[in-house]
């Protein structure tokens, strides 16, 4: 597993001490949702990932692990499932977590690079998803083939627009349909995202008139300082500037409706965290080394979590989630 890449940087205040000058704590609230991490192994290497995932990764969900996150979310019921990775169509046996997952949730969420349903062999996972009543997030950076790219690879656009293509033919993000399909667009470099809803509106009308497609919504998050691109951001200099930007952008009023409040992450490899970005730093779960297998209950509330700088990119501007 990826450990530990981020360390509290002097450059800007402690994210905790932030936090006590707004009187405000992160503590567990009820916990509603189920974050599934299958894996590390990816078809793209993609500039700005806070994973490391790539095509060299061999880190992922065996299908005894798969059980368990399975038993787990039979006992605790979660409103919402999100299977992530890495590329999670990648994984054997992703089906059986697909199957076994839909009916103990109302929502099951799925993400995905759109690059990764045109591999072979997972040509049927569409189609699959689709039966289940899965929402598809996938990642999108951008209409325009330069920028989407430069933080991609070469040849990205035209595989995401395929992939695109099939979903919406199932019924994907069309109005009436029932299944959602959400884009998520990352900044490609060391800078907030634009306002959500212009970018919206702004690429729901770039990719009809370009490629005929549609979607549901879009997201746009800022890329958080840790794996791929904290090392991208060190080694270009940005490091300091773009924390700092983070920093002073801190909105107090995104920390009750923090992520990491109300979910649990479970790693490939069974263990849990409060959040996926605590997971790639090697953070457990309330500071704590646990075990899917072990949970008999979802995570108390009021715990203390983890936190670090990196927990600024939650907290900026309209914030993450």
Known sequence: MTE????????????????????????????????????????????????????????IMTPETMEEVIAYASRCRFQAIDITGGAPELVPGIERLVTGLAPLTPRLIIRTNLSAFLNPGVAHLPELLRSAGAAIVASFP?????????????????????????????????????????????????????????????????????????????????????????????DSGNLEGYLQRLAGNFNPATVPGLMCRALVSVAWDGHLYDCDFNLAAGRGLGGERRHVADMACLPPEGTLIPTDDYCYACTAGSGFT
């Open 142 to 234: 951008s209409a325009n083939v330069g920028q989407a790219e430069a933080q991609r690879g070469h040849g990205i656009m035209e595989r995401s627009i395929t992939a695109l293509k099939l979903l919406n033919d199932l019924g994907y993000g069309r109005d009436g349909s029932g299944l959602e399909l959400d884009l998520v667009a990352n900044p490609t470099g060391a800078f907030l995202p634009p306002s959500q809803c212009e970018a919206e509106q702004k690429l729901r009308r770039d990719l009809e008139r370009k490629y005929g497609v549609v979607f549901s919504h879009l997201y746009t998050f800022a890329n958080v300082p840790l794996g791929r691109f904290r090392r991208w951001l060190e």
């Open 4 to 59: 530990s890449l981020a360390q509290s940087s002097p450059c800007i205040e402690a994210f905790s001490r932030a936090l006590e000058r707004c009187g405000l704590e992160l503590r567990r609230d009820r916990t509603t949702t189920l974050q599934v991490n299958v894996g590390f192994l990816c078809d793209l290497a993609c500039r700005h990932c806070h994973l490391e995932a790539g095509p060299s990764r061999t880190e």
